[in-house]
């Protein structure tokens, strides 16, 4: 009896585990490699003008002291990346951005990025070291962050938003981004 009650013991916990699965997220905090922030997956998602839900409800100020309101997405294409200064995939993507913000910025595509955790000196230098020439929200307090919540996780740095003329959400990268794929993506909504 206590051989046949071992055996269901053992079938059951062989059940449930087989029902369990690897969490991509838990298995990162688990690393403990102390990178402070959660790498998104590289995920690339586009979202057809039929399904796109209202213009996000952008406002904040960008290290340089403009404010931003949603009025400043009206009638153009914008690209909105979330980063910080130690994040190691924010660093490589850094120059890509900053070439297609050139390749694009005559067809009327603005670029924000949207630093979520330095101070105005830090933002300044890591734009100084990659020659970034398009501005930055100064985000500590989470305003941009909160605009687009349910669109980029919190924790998932770097995220790139494409948007289209109307402010909406054409297209999210969460990771690091490949040049091509965001290329193709500010292409698609530019045609729009």
Not at 19 to 42: F, I, M, P, T
Not at 119 to 144: I, R
Not at 165 to 189: C, F, M, P
Request: with cysteine; glycine share 10%.
């Amino acid at each position: 009896m206590l051989a046949a009650g071992g055996l269901t013991l053992a079938a059951l916990t062989l059940g449930l585990s087989a029902c369990a699965q690897e969490d991509a997220l838990a298995k990162q905090a688990r690393a403990g490699d102390n990178k402070n922030y959660v790498a998104g997956d590289g995920s690339v998602t586009e979202f057809a003008a039929t399904d796109r839900k209202a213009p996000v409800q952008v406002t904040g100020t960008l290290f340089n002291g403009t404010a931003v309101t949603p009025a400043d997405f009206q009638g153009k294409v914008t690209v909105l990346n979330f980063w910080f200064a130690a994040c190691a995939p924010c660093r490589v993507e850094a120059p890509i951005l900053e070439d297609l913000h050139q390749e694009f910025k005559d067809q009327g595509v603005q670029f924000f990025g949207v630093n979520l955790r330095d101070e105005k000196a830090t933002a300044e230098a890591f734009d100084k070291t990659f020659g970034l020439t398009y501005p930055s929200f100064d985000d500590k307090d989470g305003g941009v962050l909160l605009a687009v919540s349910g669109i980029v996780p919190p924790g998932a740095v770097p995220t790139t938003l494409v948007l289209d003329k109307q402010g909406r959400v054409s297209a999210r990268v969460l990771g690091e981004i490949e040049r091509g794929t965001l290329k193709a993506l500010i292409a698609a909504a530019v045609a729009e």
